[in-house]
């Protein structure tokens, strides 16, 4: 139901979720394609989904996605039903529907090129039409026409395969609770899963009690009842199980098992129960509703012991299964569930998760902001309040109250962060088919391993990763991964793989990207840094070589100069450090020749908030990332040296350059400050990048506080130095500094202390000292 | 006043089941009963005393078909009205779904009038077979 | 009445400025109502008055707290929190290159939206709301006195008053927010 247009949000989100689900399915099938058996269940799920998904768009007038549900729904009703092959080409068409659907999602509502997919709509159809025909109907003779005619299409092509396939069928009959139904079922369907294969739940209304609820399961498996009966038997279910063939004697008879030993009566042929046929005769399923079939369950020798004595095994199934007037008495079958507990969890309901807008949070988030900023004022009018005799004790309570507000706004905020955290894995099982389609476009076999899925990032984060590590992983196939014959011809095996984890370190989330191609060969990237003028060729020499290979990062970087025709420019890692960056993360990279190449994101758990460190230099106050202070420290104006002109200070026997704040940014001091240009003592906060340490001069410290991050927008996002926008305590807006720009930026400065060159920024090669920093004057060894 | 009859909805999409239950709720004096799956369907049935059941017909577990004939050999419910929504106006499983006792099929999508429609038929039907 | 026009109607309502214009008080009201008609906000910099479509203004506020920026152009004054949202604002006589002149109390900020974001720009005086026909709009020939030609996206003349509609993209192009320094080492890397 779209309200003007604009379709509606549940809609969509159902719609989102269904089309991940499907997708997983996907993934899950094309890892096992190359099984020598294909798991029912995921055909049969993917086909729900699009089944699902088909009747939901229908209902909410989405048409082009109603059209391609339509298509891929007998197309999968035709994979699952066997009538078409699962191959790569079929896969393929399925992959590309998701992501069709996923630009059909994106485009509804809104104007622009409609979204084409007719040409996928051939491809579906060209898949249907290979459908291999009908195979004759000749299995199921002899199983109750009343079964064969509840079942949906589907679950009796899953009972036919079960016969093809040579496996057993048996009938177990168990009862439960009502109330605990969920927990009762989800028991033994558990174990069940672990014989076989679950065709369908029957019910039958003969229970015994108006609270309880009798069911007949269909499960083919190749294990033997009696494992199945030992397995049930604390479920107190009953076993039984069912041959048809295709022939047929009209002996009725079958092999049971009853985990009480209880003696079964027989029951007479023809007695009760009506019969309208005897074994053998096929009835067209469902014309019959009221026929069944006579049976007898009897146990030759079952009685007492599990391990029967062979039944007579009838020719023909002759076994009533969910019929009320000849139900075999149950007094074996009182269900052992935990029927403890009045809270009805339903196992099956969809997962209680919202989806939620990020602006949405973001405007809770500014609330809380707001409501800080009256907190605040309400402190201040208690100081007021103080200052007036005879208040003490009122003064007290209300301070009491505002702690405990302080308390409670600090778990709200908490709160509304934690909400914005999502999983990675949404962003993984995107990659992951990238993987596949690039994979396939290059003729290389890859293999994804994804780890960590399940760990959770700030959405924003999440949604901002999605490309970096598209980039990285499509380097990864393109240039990392050899092609089959170079990996053979190496020695490594002809499937590539590339390992995708996550995991959480303290408070910082790692995300790890690996190969195991062919390294990064760090004398071709030397040569290439001084090509381009990053380095000059002496000064190249003498920088180990991690920080040969940090080129990489480098603006402008690319070993390729041909494009290839997936990755186009050869991305630059640049874009990826500069994206990472701007979440307030770090990318290092290992390599080696040969082997592979590790990248590892390391990024903050949420962007929303951070500790910080604010600062004050020349009437300016600034935020420093906590994360980004080793430590502050305040020293005395003579224990600056100049070393080459440049400030420096002895700490722990290391020389630490020094860096004005005011200096870098021009800002000027008013003038009545000029007392603090002879101050005497000044603070330095010690920040770290790599291996560099940096000290940045400051006028005044003013604490660590969590600051609540702003986001400055396009216009004024690239000034550089500056990290973004924050709100700290009492609402004041202060600018969050970019340590690792400003150190970079201090270091390669033309009058930069020497050592490191870095990425100059003005892309300028340097004359002049190429000694390692620290070994001259009276600054000792690095 | 009169007290709103109870309906049972058995859907496993929940976007269409909001579809459904706004539906009937807008129409009249129905509070709809919604159920997720054929075992949430199985435990209702008991609890209420439901003037028709929607239900579509390809669930997991236990299916549309299945249901409607548990449903049809209940004491309770023996006479109550099912309407059978599904996608697919040719597929078998409808026909199961009529075989196994289904008063009415309708193809999604439909429109309010038209489910209305069905409604009122069974409903006459139901009370006409009491008469 | 969409709810941004009604904050900017009550924000012009609370910054005491009239909305009926002219040609309301000529006809007595009478006059046909054209449905062609664009509303722009009209207000003055430097002596000058400009304008800009009344769908581009979000709100109008009175003084706003600015945090200098380092490293900005000087027609930036700083960063301004509005009701949680961190915007750019800019002294709109610096941006067009006039002379500035000192802020009173009729100084006021215009909250503009932007392609999803808003900025804030400085102005000196808010005059009110007009409607400009169509015909009325002119093709701007290049630079109008020294406002230089870029800016202006075209001319409305109403009562012999010249209207300079600006061009907000232009206005707001992010590569000119960054101090001259600071592009010009960006762009040598």
Not at chain 2, 7 to 18: I, N, Q, T, W, Y
Not at chain 3, 96 to 111: E, F, G, K, M
């Amino acid at each position: 139901m779209t309200d003007g247009g604009r379709p509606s949000s549940e809609f969509l989100s159902e719609a989102q979720e269904i089309i991940e689900s499907f997708s997983r399915n996907l993934l899950a099938l094309d890892a096992q394609s190359s099984a020598p058996e294909l798991d029912p269940e995921l055909l049969n799920s993917a086909f729900r989904a699009v089944h699902t998904l088909k009747g939901l768009a229908a209902l909410f007038g989405a048409g082009s996605i109603t059209e391609l549900s339509h298509a891929l729904e007998s197309a999968l009703d035709g994979l699952r039903l066997g009538r078409i092959q699962v191959d790569r080409d079929s896969l393929d068409v399925l992959f590309e529907s998701v992501e069709t659907f996923q630009a059909l999602l994106a485009g509804l509502g809104r104007d622009g090129p409609a979204v084409e997919i007719r040409g996928l709509l051939e491809r579906i159809g060209e898949l249907t039409e290979e459908q291999g025909h009908d195979r004759p109907d000749t299995t199921l003779v002899g199983l109750d026409p009343s079964v064969l005619g509840v079942l949906t299409e589907y679950e009796e092509h899953r009972l036919r395969e079960t016969i093809r396939l040579g496996r057993r069928l048996f009938r177990v009959h168990a009862s439960f609770s009502l109330i605990a139904i969920d927990v009762g079922i989800e028991a033994i369907k558990g174990k069940l899963k672990t014989f076989g294969e679950v065709i369908t739940y029957l019910p039958s209304a003969d229970a015994s009690a108006d609270d309880r609820i009798d069911l007949d399961i269909l499960l083919g498996s190749e294990a033997e009842l009696d494992a199945i009966a030992s397995g049930v038997a604390g479920d107190g279910a009953a076993v039984f199980e069912l041959n048809p063939l295709p022939d047929s004697t009209g002996a009725p008879g079958s092999k049971t098992s009853d985990p009480k030993g209880k003696d079964k009566p027989s029951r007479p042929s023809g007695g009760a129960s009506r019969s309208s046929g005897t074994a053998g005769a096929s009835r067209p399923a469902g014309t019959s509703r009221a026929a069944t079939a006579d049976g007898a369950s009897r146990a030759a020798g079952a009685e007492g012991s599990r391990s029967s004595s062979p039944a007579t095994r009838s020719a023909s199934v002759e076994d009533r299964v969910g019929d009320d007037t000849s139900f075999p008495p149950h007094g074996g079958g009182r269900v052992e569930t935990e029927e403890g507990g009045t809270t009805e969890l339903s196992l099956r309901s969809l997962s209680r998760t919202v989806r939620v807008d990020l602006s949405r949070l973001d405007s809770l988030m500014n609330l809380i902001g707001e409501l800080a900023v009256v907190q605040a004022n309400f402190a201040s009018t208690l100081d007021d309040l103080r200052a007036q005799p005879g208040t003490a004790d009122v003064a007290r309570e209300f301070q009491a109250h505002l702690r405990t507000m302080d308390r409670k706004l600090s778990l709200l905020q908490q709160g509304v962060l934690e909400v914005r955290m999502v999983p990675l894995g949404q962003v993984f099982d995107k990659l992951a088919r990238v993987v596949r389609r690039l994979g396939r476009e290059a003729d290389k076999e890859i293999r994804l391993n994804i780890s960590g899925a399940e760990t959770e990032l700030d959405k924003l984060i999440v949604e901002e990763l999605s490309d970096p590590l598209m980039h990285m992983i499509r380097n990864a196939v393109d240039h990392g991964i050899e092609s089959r014959e170079e990996r053979m011809s190496a020695g490594k095996s002809a499937v590539g793989t590339i390992e995708l984890r996550a995991f959480q370190k303290g408070n910082r989330v790692v995300i790890e990207v690996e190969d195991d191609g062919r390294g990064l060969d760090w004398r071709q990237i030397r040569r290439t840094a001084v090509r381009r003028g990053l380095v000059t060729d002496l000064e190249s020499r003498e920088l180990g070589m991690q920080q040969v290979v940090d080129f990489i990062f480098a603006p402008g970087f690319t070993t390729r100069e041909t494009a290839t025709a997936t990755s186009g420019r050869g991305v630059g890692m640049d874009v990826v450090k500069t994206n990472i960056s701007r979440l307030s993360g770090m990318i290092d990279v290992d390599t080696v020749l040969g082997k592979g190449t590790k990248f590892a994101i390391t990024l903050p758990v949420t962007l929303a908030i951070i500790q910080a460190l604010v600062i004050e230099t020349a009437g300016h106050t600034f935020c420093i990332p906590l994360n980004s202070v080793l430590e502050s420290i305040m020293v005395h104006r003579r224990q600056i040296h100049t070393v080459e002109g440049h400030e420096v200070i002895s700490l722990r026997e290391k020389t630490l350059p020094l860096l004005h704040v005011s200096r870098l940014f021009d800002l000027r001091r008013p003038s009545e400050n000029h007392e603090r240009e002879v101050e005497q003592r000044i603070y330095v906060v010690i920040v770290g990048l790599a291996q560099h340490k940096v000290g940045l001069v400051v006028d005044e410290l003013l604490g660590q506080q969590d600051v609540v991050i702003k986001p400055l927008g396009r216009a004024l996002r690239s000034v550089p130095g500056i990290a973004g926008a924050t709100e700290i305590s009492g609402g004041r807006t202060v600018l969050l500094l970019d340590v690792s720009t400003l150190v970079e930026e201090a270091l390669a400065k033309p009058d930069a202390p020497p050592g490191r060159s870095g990425f100059g920024r003005d892309g300028s090669t340097r004359e002049g000292s190429s000694r390692p920093f620290g070994s001259e004057g009276p600054s000792h060894a690095h | 006043m009169v007290t709103a009859e109870q309906v049972l909805l058995v859907e496993d999409s929940s976007a269409v089941r909001d579809f459904v239950s706004a539906m009937l709720e807008a129409v009249g004096d129905y509070e709809v009963v919604e159920v997720g799956n054929g075992f949430d369907a199985l435990r209702a049935l008991p609890r209420g005393n439901y003037a028709f059941i929607v239900s579509d017909v390809n669930m997991p577990d236990v299916n549309g078909i299945e249901l409607t004939r548990f449903v049809r050999q209940s004491p309770r419910h023996k006479r109550t009205p099912i309407i059978i929504i599904s996608t697919d106006a040719a597929h078998p499983d409808v026909q199961r779904a009529l075989a196994a006792g289904a008063n009415a099929f309708l193809p999604k999508p439909f429109t309010a009038e038209q489910f209305l429609a069905t409604v009122a038929s069974i409903r006459d039907a139901a009370n006409r077979s009491v008469e | 009445m969409p709810t941004e026009s009604k904050d900017l109607w009550h924000a012009l309502l609370r910054s005491g400025e009239s909305l009926a214009t002219e040609d309301d008080y000529e006809h007595g009201y009478a006059g046909e109502a054209r449905r062609d008609l664009e509303q722009y906000i009209a207000f003055r910099v430097a002596r000058e008055t400009y304008g800009l479509s009344i769908s581009q203004i979000g709100e109008i506020a009175m003084q706003l707290k600015t945090t200098p920026v380092p490293r900005t152009a000087s027609f930036v004054l700083g960063i301004a929190n509005v009701r949680g949202t961190v915007i750019p604002v800019l002294d709109l006589a610096e941006r067009l290159q006039l002379q500035p002149s000192t802020p009173d109390r009729d100084a006021r900020v215009l909250i503009v939206r932007h392609e999803g974001e808003q900025y804030g720009l400085a102005v000196d005086q808010v005059v009110g709301v007009v409607s400009i026909a169509p015909e009325d709009l002119e093709e701007a020939p290049g630079a109008i006195g020294s406002t230089r030609g870029e800016f202006i996206q075209s001319l409305a003349r109403r009562d012999g008053e010249l209207v300079i509609v600006l061009d907000l993209s232009m206005l707001l192009r992010p590569k000119d927010f960054l101090a001259p320094l600071a592009s010009a080492a960006r762009r040598n890397r």
